[in-house]
């Protein structure tokens, strides 16, 4: 199969042909039973009706009959006598003529249900019969029409003697078979419900395995797609995905790894250009170094002839020394950025302990500045020593250094929870960051403050971000004017050494 | 091929899929439109709405506007619509045929609905020309039985229930009556299929014929009473409440007997409570359906807010128009036949084996006259109630 579509068509296809093939065997076998049913619906329970209702109107017409001729009393019997001679027994009539019609004539029901049709209609005759010579009380008094009545009366009993035995035999033959015939049904139905039970787990797990399959034909490429872009996600550009077949999942795979291609070949581009860029920066700043040091020597002997030179020489000679030392803190602060991250060997790193090590570092300004600096529980992590150092150092120095004249500064080292990061944040109470000027702090040489107010290259923050980079994390502001910042960053917990 | 390719195909076959559903649901939309009828049958009917024996026309006149109303509240969309006309012929025989051609020039009736046994007779050539079904839901006598072959009779033999008027009297051992009859086909049956069966039980008798419209009997009460007879038979229509009225007034005892009409509310008023205790043929709910007559009174009496004045007739139309709706229910069969419409339901009417009515059990025979519906003795007990006679 080519194609997701293809796929999926087969799959309904096949379930729906499975389907299909259940109904079809079902039908198969229902048919039989349909067959059984349409006997007992069409023959046998229309000619126990039948045969019931003879049984039944027979005797009440025999039981008229007689009281008729008993007593001249009985003369309200003659409407019960019409109803069942003139309506209901004709038409119970044709309904056993129209039922045996569908008998072969050779048949001995057809032969038994024509004899009772016959003798029920001479019977209804000689009642009407004896109902029109018995029609007033004066007709009991005339011996002739007695006589006449009761010749009739003994045809009448004999005829509905043969009706009653005729019916009794068809019924106990039609009951006969209705037994047998509901025993051939009952079996018949149980078959049938197991060939269903049967069919329908056969075309349940027909059509679970189809599903299945065609599931994990899907879903297994899209599984190793997701497990390739998490691992390039986190770093690894090397790892691509091996997918099997033409569908368009694997199509979607090619596609994915000639990303993946081009991807890690502007990666290695990137990394290469930095990697130039850095070493330019920290050529150019070690190269520059030395010319710094000349003049800066220089501007040191030019001090012996401090009297020699005119005020305007004395001042100019003083404007070169400063530059130069600035000059000099400016080149090794870049190459120190530049720097950063060549120490690249993963370590487990115990976070109190670290920043035990850069309160030690600190302590003068600490106690200069009369810091109080609250460290709670931090967490060991994987990461590059000496940068996470330099980390906690510049947020904790910058968290002393801008703070208003005569407050006693306050910063607290603390840790939040995140299930894939390290989160950490260093709040202090200082002067605070106007919120335009929070995304730009993180600028190389980016300084928010006269030198004069605040010491500093403002390179630090640059150099925060970009460890905190390395690490693989982010780091971010809140801050408020006279309020104090929180410097927030995270640390990957799953860190790949690069 | 490429994506795009592909997106293009599939939408090509939603298109396609969705057009064919729009096409199948509009094919079943138009089938469904095609199997509602538009066809409406016309029916009229010939009752005594004014005049004479209101008893025998406004009661099945409302009992065929109930069944109507019925058939046309739960016909199925494709059974035709069904519209009744009604026209008052005075119980006259005179005033049927200008009620039929009414009805047939203005609303081109299939079926004519006639309860008087004169004006049946009277439209029969007509009907027949004009392919017309005729149903008598009132009478069905040795007279109707010569009717052309579109006519039917859903109705009691009125021979027969009138001779149990004779049996009554011949139970009772009377031996003198006098009959006093109207001058109509129907009156005249009545009398003869009495007067039959006392001739064989050696009953004295005489048959006095009333004019029509006459209501002073005083005079010839003063004879009859000297003649001594055992029994009164009033086979005629409100004016012999005269008649019972001046007889008892004359001192006449003897036991009075009456027709299938006595319920007449008129007639009870003219005979100023004289016709209690007069026995007659009759047929009330006991002696049809229980239980689909009561219900079927019911629904008469939420419709019209009032009971039928006389129950039997009503019974008789509502069933018989119910017998003629069942059969028209099924037009739609006609169009599987070369049939017109009139050979179609005389065909289906023809073969009505059992039909289950307010009536009780009908059955319709070969000459178009029903079985089924028999009438039994009972006793005026007070102005509009009849009991059973126990014998």
């Given at each position: 199969?080519?194609?997701?579509?293809?796929?999926?068509?087969?799959?309904?296809?096949?379930?729906?042909?499975?389907?299909?093939?259940?109904?079809?065997?079902?039908?198969?076998?229902?048919?039989?039973?349909?067959?059984?049913?349409?006997?007992?619906?069409?023959?046998?329970?229309?000619?126990?009706?039948?045969?019931?209702?003879?049984?039944?109107?027979?005797?009440?017409?025999?039981?008229?009959?007689?009281?008729?001729?008993?007593?001249?009393?009985?003369?309200?019997?003659?409407?019960?006598?019409?109803?069942?001679?003139?309506?209901?027994?004709?038409?119970?009539?044709?309904?056993?003529?129209?039922?045996?019609?569908?008998?072969?004539?050779?048949?001995?029901?057809?032969?038994?249900?024509?004899?009772?049709?016959?003798?029920?209609?001479?019977?209804?005759?000689?009642?009407?019969?004896?109902?029109?010579?018995?029609?007033?009380?004066?007709?009991?008094?005339?011996?002739?029409?007695?006589?006449?009545?009761?010749?009739?009366?003994?045809?009448?009993?004999?005829?509905?003697?043969?009706?009653?035995?005729?019916?009794?035999?068809?019924?106990?033959?039609?009951?006969?078979?209705?037994?047998?015939?509901?025993?051939?049904?009952?079996?018949?139905?149980?078959?049938?419900?197991?060939?269903?039970?049967?069919?329908?787990?056969?075309?349940?797990?027909?059509?679970?395995?189809?599903?299945?399959?065609?599931?994990?034909?899907?879903?297994?490429?899209?599984?190793?797609?997701?497990?390739?872009?998490?691992?390039?996600?986190?770093?690894?550009?090397?790892?691509?995905?091996?997918?099997?077949?033409?569908?368009?999942?694997?199509?979607?795979?090619?596609?994915?790894?000639?990303?993946?291609?081009?991807?890690?070949?502007?990666?290695?581009?990137?990394?290469?250009?930095?990697?130039?860029?850095?070493?330019?920066?920290?050529?150019?700043?070690?190269?520059?170094?030395?010319?710094?040091?000349?003049?800066?020597?220089?501007?040191?002997?030019?001090?012996?002839?401090?009297?020699?030179?005119?005020?305007?020489?004395?001042?100019?000679?003083?404007?070169?020394?400063?530059?130069?030392?600035?000059?000099?803190?400016?080149?090794?602060?870049?190459?120190?950025?530049?720097?950063?991250?060549?120490?690249?060997?993963?370590?487990?790193?115990d976070c109190e302990e670290l920043l035990i090590g850069v309160q030690s570092d600190l302590s003068e300004l600490i106690k200069e500045t009369n810091t109080k600096l609250i460290i709670k529980n931090l967490p060991k992590v994987s990461g590059y020593k000496t940068s996470l150092g330099l980390l906690f150092q510049n947020l904790i120095n910058n968290a002393m250094k801008f703070q208003n004249a005569g407050v006693k500064p306050i910063v607290e080292v603390f840790t939040e929870e995140d299930p894939?990061?390290?989160?950490?944040?260093?709040?202090?109470?200082?002067?605070?960051?106007?919120?335009?000027?929070?995304?730009?702090?993180?600028?190389?040489?980016?300084?928010?403050?006269?030198?004069?107010?605040?010491?500093?290259?403002?390179?630090?923050?640059?150099?925060?971000?970009?460890?905190?980079?390395?690490?693989?994390?982010?780091?971010?502001?809140?801050?408020?004017?006279?309020?104090?910042?929180?410097?927030?960053?995270?640390?990957?917990?799953?860190?790949?050494?690069? | 091929?490429?994506?795009?390719?592909?997106?293009?195909?599939?939408?090509?076959?939603?298109?396609?899929?969705?057009?064919?559903?729009?096409?199948?649901?509009?094919?079943?939309?138009?089938?469904?439109?095609?199997?509602?009828?538009?066809?409406?049958?016309?029916?009229?009917?010939?009752?005594?709405?004014?005049?004479?024996?209101?008893?025998?026309?406004?009661?099945?006149?409302?009992?065929?506007?109930?069944?109507?109303?019925?058939?046309?509240?739960?016909?199925?969309?494709?059974?035709?619509?069904?519209?009744?006309?009604?026209?008052?012929?005075?119980?006259?025989?005179?005033?049927?045929?200008?009620?039929?051609?009414?009805?047939?020039?203005?609303?081109?009736?299939?079926v004519l609905f006639i309860s008087n046994t004169d004006g049946t007779m009277a439209v029969q050539n007509e009907i027949l020309k004009d392919g017309v079904i005729v149903v008598n839901p009132l009478n069905s006598d040795d007279l109707l039985s010569t009717t052309n072959d579109n006519t039917f009779r859903i109705a009691k033999k009125t021979e027969e229930a009138n001779g149990i008027i004779a049996i009554r009297i011949i139970e009772l051992g009377l031996k003198k009556v006098l009959f006093l009859?109207?001058?109509?086909?129907?009156?005249?049956?009545?009398?003869?299929?009495?007067?039959?069966?006392?001739?064989?039980?050696?009953?004295?008798?005489?048959?006095?014929?009333?004019?029509?419209?006459?209501?002073?009997?005083?005079?010839?009460?003063?004879?009859?009473?000297?003649?001594?007879?055992?029994?009164?038979?009033?086979?005629?229509?409100?004016?012999?409440?005269?008649?019972?009225?001046?007889?008892?007034?004359?001192?006449?005892?003897?036991?009075?007997?009456?027709?299938?009409?006595?319920?007449?509310?008129?007639?009870?008023?003219?005979?100023?409570?004289?016709?209690?205790?007069?026995?007659?043929?009759?047929?009330?709910?006991?002696?049809?359906?229980?239980?689909?007559?009561?219900?079927?009174?019911?629904?008469?009496?939420?419709?019209?807010?009032?009971?039928?004045?006389?129950?039997?007739?009503?019974?008789?139309?509502?069933?018989?128009?119910?017998?003629?709706?069942?059969?028209?229910?099924?037009?739609?069969?006609?169009?599987?036949?070369?049939?017109?419409?009139?050979?179609?339901?005389?065909?289906?009417?023809?073969?009505?084996?059992?039909?289950?009515?307010?009536?009780?059990?009908?059955?319709?025979?070969?000459?178009?006259?029903?079985?089924?519906?028999?009438?039994?003795?009972?006793?005026?007990?007070?102005?509009?109630?009849?009991?059973?006679?126990?014998?």
């Open positions: 199969m080519n194609n997701i579509k293809s796929k999926l068509i087969l799959a309904f296809g096949t379930t729906i042909t499975v389907l299909l093939l259940v109904m079809v065997l079902k039908s198969l076998y229902s048919k039989k039973s349909e067959k059984i049913q349409e006997i007992i619906d069409v023959r046998i329970e229309p000619a126990l009706e039948i045969l019931h209702e003879y049984r039944s109107f027979n005797n009440e017409l025999y039981l008229i009959a007689i009281n008729k001729i008993s007593s001249a009393k009985n003369e309200k019997l003659t409407n019960r006598m019409k109803v069942i001679t003139e309506v209901e027994l004709p038409h119970l009539n044709k309904m056993a003529f129209d039922l045996i019609a569908t008998f072969p004539q050779e048949n001995p029901e057809f032969y038994a249900f024509s004899q009772i049709i016959g003798t029920t209609d001479n019977a209804i005759h000689n009642v009407e019969d004896m109902f029109i010579i018995l029609q007033t009380k004066n007709d009991y008094e005339k011996i002739e029409k007695l006589n006449v009545s009761s010749t009739l009366n003994d045809k009448i009993a004999l005829q509905f003697a043969e009706i009653d035995h005729l019916v009794a035999a068809l019924q106990l033959q039609f009951n006969q078979e209705n037994k047998s015939k509901r025993t051939e049904l009952n079996r018949q139905l149980a078959n049938l419900n197991k060939i269903i039970i049967i069919s329908s787990t056969i075309a349940i797990l027909i059509s679970l395995f189809v599903a299945y399959k065609t599931i994990q034909s899907i879903v297994k490429p899209i599984k190793i797609l997701q497990e390739g872009a998490k691992r390039i996600s986190e770093g690894d550009y090397k790892y691509r995905v091996m997918l099997n077949g033409k569908d368009e999942l694997n199509e979607l795979g090619d596609n994915f790894n000639s990303m993946a291609d081009s991807l890690s070949t502007s990666f290695e581009n990137i990394n290469s250009k930095n990697k130039e860029l850095e070493q330019f920066v920290y050529i150019a700043s070690h190269d520059l170094q030395e010319p710094l040091r000349t003049i800066s020597s220089f501007s040191k002997l030019l001090k012996q002839y401090h009297g020699k030179l005119d005020d305007t020489g004395n001042q100019s000679l003083h404007f070169i020394a400063q530059a130069t030392s600035r000059m000099q803190y400016l080149v090794k602060d870049l190459m120190d950025y530049s720097r950063l991250g060549s120490d690249k060997s993963l370590e487990q790193i894939n990061f390290w989160k950490f944040g260093i709040k202090d109470n200082g002067i605070g960051i106007a919120p335009q000027h929070q995304e730009k702090i993180f600028s190389i040489f980016k300084r928010l403050h006269t030198k004069k107010a605040y010491e500093g290259t403002g390179i630090g923050l640059a150099h925060c971000q970009k460890i905190v980079e390395l690490h693989g994390g982010t780091i971010r502001v809140e801050s408020e004017i006279d309020h104090g910042s929180t410097f927030y960053f995270t640390l990957a917990k799953k860190l790949l050494e690069s | 091929m490429n994506t795009n390719t592909k997106q293009k195909q599939s939408r090509k076959l939603i298109n396609l899929s969705l057009k064919l559903i729009g096409i199948l649901v509009l094919l079943i939309a138009t089938y469904n439109c095609n199997s509602t009828s538009n066809e409406v049958i016309n029916i009229g009917y010939i009752g005594p709405l004014s005049i004479r024996a209101t008893d025998l026309g406004i009661p099945p006149a409302k009992a065929m506007k109930l069944a109507l109303s019925q058939y046309n509240k739960t016909k199925l969309d494709h059974q035709p619509q069904i519209n009744l006309f009604i026209e008052d012929d005075e119980w006259t025989m005179e005033k049927a045929i200008p009620a039929y051609r009414k009805l047939k020039n203005e609303h081109d009736i299939k009859q109207y001058p109509n086909d129907f009156m005249t049956r009545a009398t003869n299929a009495a007067v039959e069966l006392l001739k064989d039980a050696n009953v004295e008798y005489k048959v006095v014929t009333v004019n029509i419209g006459d209501i002073d009997f005083k005079e010839e009460m003063v004879e009859y009473k000297k003649e001594g007879y055992d029994a009164f038979v009033f086979f005629g229509y409100k004016e012999l409440g005269y008649a019972m009225k001046q007889a008892r007034d004359a001192g006449i005892t003897a036991q009075f007997f009456g027709s299938t009409v006595l319920l007449d509310p008129e007639f009870y008023d003219n005979s100023e409570g004289a016709i209690v205790g007069t026995e007659c043929c009759y047929f009330t709910p006991l002696d049809g359906n229980f239980v689909l007559a009561n219900k079927f009174i019911e629904q008469y009496e939420n419709m019209f807010n009032e009971k039928p004045t006389s129950v039997w007739p009503a019974m008789q139309a509502y069933d018989a128009m119910n017998l003629v709706l069942n059969q028209i229910q099924d037009l739609k069969d006609i169009k599987n036949t070369s049939l017109t419409f009139t050979d179609w339901l005389r065909d289906k009417m023809k073969k009505v084996r059992y039909y289950q009515g307010v009536c009780g059990n009908l059955l319709i025979s070969e000459n178009g006259s029903s079985k089924g519906i028999y009438f039994s003795l009972y006793q005026y007990e007070s102005k509009g109630n009849l009991v059973q006679v126990r014998r």
